[in-house]
């Protein structure tokens, strides 16, 4: 998981306010002292941090936070603050043309990951917008880059324009723009070449593309992974392309985080999109509060929330809803309740988006195996379909019958059983308005 250390050092400081019930102008420093040691080892930018931690200290030191009530947890709402302010404060949209297409150039070095990108931008704008995109293959150096290109676009339905390797990539690019006007494309995604380094000769190339298509957007992709160096490449991009945006990839990846915290304020320019995986869906739009919610590990409950909004159906979420109410909740609604879930993602990466969660050390090592759902499953699935519907048939002699069925210990089948009726009976509850459900539910 990414900003894993920074989360840690960031709680421990803010943490050590929290115990004290008054709080000093000293003790306020000593956390800012811990705060800026953490960013810069984060690989945050110098600058950045030492704008961001005289920023906090004023605002902390005032009368009214100093002599309220809950002086740590002002100050705890102040870092949350600048930190998204640090990354942009709100979500920036992609650029759109008035009229079609929209064109989108991609830029950045060898490996940013610029074609994946390319390619789950395409999905995000074909699932999200019914939009039909276009890609030009305008990386002439690097011939497996076309292929690569070609394979993406196979995979996703999405026509790639290309002319080998031999043409010159502006020519390219002119070319590409006729047929997608022919075709009625309203997205061009052109992914141009890439360097292991910012050389003239590849700005140069760039920038000529740049001249001829006049982009709605640059997006220039940069690997997370390489902190400080990829603010560096960022400025360098921006410096001569004046790129429109930044997508942040590998953010999936065990990386310290500093490029996300850094770039908006070094170059001035969004962040966009974030890279979380390799998969064609692994694209996510950049929010900065949510981003400085993970950062403090407050978890990431919107995320979670919009993840769960588009995995479940409204209609299936009200059937359940409505399932809930009546308590007429059956196994069969179990099984399609976790398979549901497992569509959201790996389930420990789910349960790191909840509140407190992301550092809790009872999480830290936390594996849930896919086998146990899958024994969970075989479970249910030995049942008949009466027992399914009516929990209360299953008598012992049934439970030994769905043991051996299913290879599991009767054990495990009596256990996976009162978890149900447990769960059951508190989601009643909670439907019902009362929320000592959730307490014991909790554990409390
Ligand atoms: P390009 O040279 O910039 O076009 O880079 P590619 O698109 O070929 O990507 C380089 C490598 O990074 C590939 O193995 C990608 O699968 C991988 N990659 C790209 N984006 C991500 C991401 O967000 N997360 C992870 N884990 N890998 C990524």
């Given at each position: 998981m990414a900003f894993e250390g920074l989360t840690e050092r960031l709680q421990n400081a803010l943490g050590k306010l929290r115990k004290k019930g008054k709080v000093s102008e000293a003790d306020v420093n000593t956390a800012m002292r811990e705060i800026r040691m953490a960013l810069l080892e984060a690989d945050v930018n110098f600058k950045v941090v030492k704008d961001f931690i005289n920023t906090v200290k004023k605002r902390a030191v005032g009368a009214e936070v100093l002599d309220s009530l809950t002086p740590a947890q002002q100050i705890v709402k102040i870092?949350?603050?600048e930190l998204t302010k640090m990354m942009g404060e709100k979500a920036v949209p992609l650029n759109?043309?008035?009229?079609?297409?929209?064109?989108?150039m991609m830029v950045g070095l060898q490996g940013a990951g610029k074609t994946t990108t390319a390619g789950k931008l395409a999905y995000r704008l074909k699932t999200k917008e019914h939009a039909r995109p276009m890609f030009i293959a305008a990386d002439v150096y690097r011939p497996a880059a076309i292929d690569q290109l070609k394979q993406i676009g196979e995979n996703?339905?999405?026509?790639?324009?290309?002319?080998?390797?031999?043409?010159?990539?502006?020519?390219?690019v002119r070319q590409g723009l006729t047929q997608a006007s022919l075709q009625n494309n309203d997205y061009v995604i052109i992914d141009t070449a890439g360097r292991l380094q910012i050389d003239e000769k590849l700005m140069q190339e760039l920038q000529n593309i740049k001249d001829l298509a006049k982009p709605n957007e640059i997006l220039l992709v940069v690997d997370a992974m390489t902190g400080q160096a990829a603010v560096d490449v960022a400025e360098g991009f921006n410096k001569d392309l004046d790129i429109t945006g930044v997508v942040l990839t590998k953010l999936d990846g065990d990386t310290r985080g500093g490029a996300a915290l850094s770039i908006r304020a070094v170059t001035g320019k969004p962040i966009k999109f974030i890279g979380q995986g390799e998969k064609k869906n692994d694209l996510d739009i950049f929010y900065p509060d949510r981003m400085a919610n993970r950062i403090l590990g407050m978890g990431d409950m919107l995320t979670l929330i919009d993840k769960a909004q588009?995995?479940?159906?409204?209609k299936?979420?009200?059937?359940?809803a409505e399932k809930i109410k009546e308590n007429s909740f059956d196994f069969n609604d179990f099984v399609a309740q976790m398979d549901q879930l497992q569509q959201m993602g790996p389930l420990?990466?789910?349960l790191k988006m909840v509140p407190g969660m992301a550092n809790n050390p009872a999480l830290k090592n936390v594996k849930i195996d896919p086998k146990d759902i899958a024994h969970?499953?075989?479970?249910?699935?030995?049942m008949t379909p009466a027992e399914r519907e009516d929990p209360d048939l299953l008598s012992s002699s049934r439970r030994r019958r769905i043991a051996a069925g299913s290879g599991r210990p009767i054990q495990e089948v009596n256990r996976m059983i009162k978890q149900f009726n447990q769960s059951k009976k508190v989601m009643n509850q909670m439907t019902k308005g009362n929320m000592k459900g959730m307490d014991q539910m909790l554990g409390g």
């Amino acid at each position: 998981m990414a900003f894993e250390g920074l989360t840690e050092r960031l709680q421990n400081a803010l943490g050590k306010l929290r115990k004290k019930g008054k709080v000093s102008e000293a003790d306020v420093n000593t956390a800012m002292r811990e705060i800026r040691m953490a960013l810069l080892e984060a690989d945050v930018n110098f600058k950045v941090v030492k704008d961001f931690i005289n920023t906090v200290k004023k605002r902390a030191v005032g009368a009214e936070v100093l002599d309220s009530l809950t002086p740590a947890q002002q100050i705890v709402k102040i870092v949350d603050e600048e930190l998204t302010k640090m990354m942009g404060e709100k979500a920036v949209p992609l650029n759109k043309a008035p009229h079609i297409p929209t064109i989108i150039m991609m830029v950045g070095l060898q490996g940013a990951g610029k074609t994946t990108t390319a390619g789950k931008l395409a999905y995000r704008l074909k699932t999200k917008e019914h939009a039909r995109p276009m890609f030009i293959a305008a990386d002439v150096y690097r011939p497996a880059a076309i292929d690569q290109l070609k394979q993406i676009g196979e995979n996703i339905d999405v026509p790639v324009f290309e002319m080998g390797t031999d043409t010159d990539p502006v020519e390219i690019v002119r070319q590409g723009l006729t047929q997608a006007s022919l075709q009625n494309n309203d997205y061009v995604i052109i992914d141009t070449a890439g360097r292991l380094q910012i050389d003239e000769k590849l700005m140069q190339e760039l920038q000529n593309i740049k001249d001829l298509a006049k982009p709605n957007e640059i997006l220039l992709v940069v690997d997370a992974m390489t902190g400080q160096a990829a603010v560096d490449v960022a400025e360098g991009f921006n410096k001569d392309l004046d790129i429109t945006g930044v997508v942040l990839t590998k953010l999936d990846g065990d990386t310290r985080g500093g490029a996300a915290l850094s770039i908006r304020a070094v170059t001035g320019k969004p962040i966009k999109f974030i890279g979380q995986g390799e998969k064609k869906n692994d694209l996510d739009i950049f929010y900065p509060d949510r981003m400085a919610n993970r950062i403090l590990g407050m978890g990431d409950m919107l995320t979670l929330i919009d993840k769960a909004q588009e995995t479940y159906d409204k209609k299936q979420a009200d059937d359940m809803a409505e399932k809930i109410k009546e308590n007429s909740f059956d196994f069969n609604d179990f099984v399609a309740q976790m398979d549901q879930l497992q569509q959201m993602g790996p389930l420990e990466d789910i349960l790191k988006m909840v509140p407190g969660m992301a550092n809790n050390p009872a999480l830290k090592n936390v594996k849930i195996d896919p086998k146990d759902i899958a024994h969970t499953k075989a479970i249910v699935y030995s049942m008949t379909p009466a027992e399914r519907e009516d929990p209360d048939l299953l008598s012992s002699s049934r439970r030994r019958r769905i043991a051996a069925g299913s290879g599991r210990p009767i054990q495990e089948v009596n256990r996976m059983i009162k978890q149900f009726n447990q769960s059951k009976k508190v989601m009643n509850q909670m439907t019902k308005g009362n929320m000592k459900g959730m307490d014991q539910m909790l554990g409390g």
